[in-house]
């Protein structure tokens, strides 16, 4: 097994090093799944806006967690439909939609 390692090149270690972090994630996932009834990046959003106080924006959570706002937006739409947060529209740029957890949100 060490000579097999050995053997390989650099690339070929770090891409079967990868293959096993991918499937450590995708079995936590389904676990976290299993558990509370929400993927990573649905418990990462939820927690990000419980770090803000008051209300944060869209492009807040994007920027902070480094995923587009169009998915974020997805994310946001599947854990509005189960209410777990609330949208409101900005009080001085109806552009911008703000987000806050729901009680729901917050257990």
Do not use: F, W
């Given at each position: 097994?060490?000579?097999?390692?050995?053997?390989?090149?650099?690339?070929?270690?770090?891409?079967?090093?990868?293959?096993?972090?991918?499937?450590?994630?995708?079995?936590?996932?389904?676990?976290?799944?299993?558990?509370?009834?929400?993927?990573?990046?649905?418990l990462t959003i939820?927690?990000?806006?419980?770090?803000?106080?008051?209300?944060?924006?869209?492009?807040?959570?994007?920027?902070?967690?480094?995923?587009?706002?169009?998915?974020?937006?997805?994310?946001?739409?599947?854990?509005?439909?189960?209410?777990?947060?609330?949208?409101?529209?900005?009080?001085?740029?109806?552009?911008?939609?703000?987000?806050?957890?729901?009680?729901?949100?917050?257990?």
């Amino acid at each position: 097994m060490l000579r097999e390692e050995l053997s390989r090149t650099l690339s070929e270690n770090v891409l079967i090093c990868l293959r096993k972090i991918i499937q450590s994630i995708e079995l936590h996932s389904r676990d976290l799944v299993k558990r509370v009834g929400l993927t990573g990046p649905q418990l990462t959003i939820l927690i990000e806006i419980s770090n803000k106080p008051g209300r944060v924006s869209v492009g807040e959570i994007a920027a902070s967690i480094s995923l587009s706002m169009g998915t974020v937006t997805g994310i946001l739409e599947r854990l509005e439909k189960r209410n777990l947060i609330s949208r409101h529209k900005h009080n001085s740029d109806k552009r911008r939609v703000m987000i806050e957890l729901s009680d729901a949100g917050r257990q």
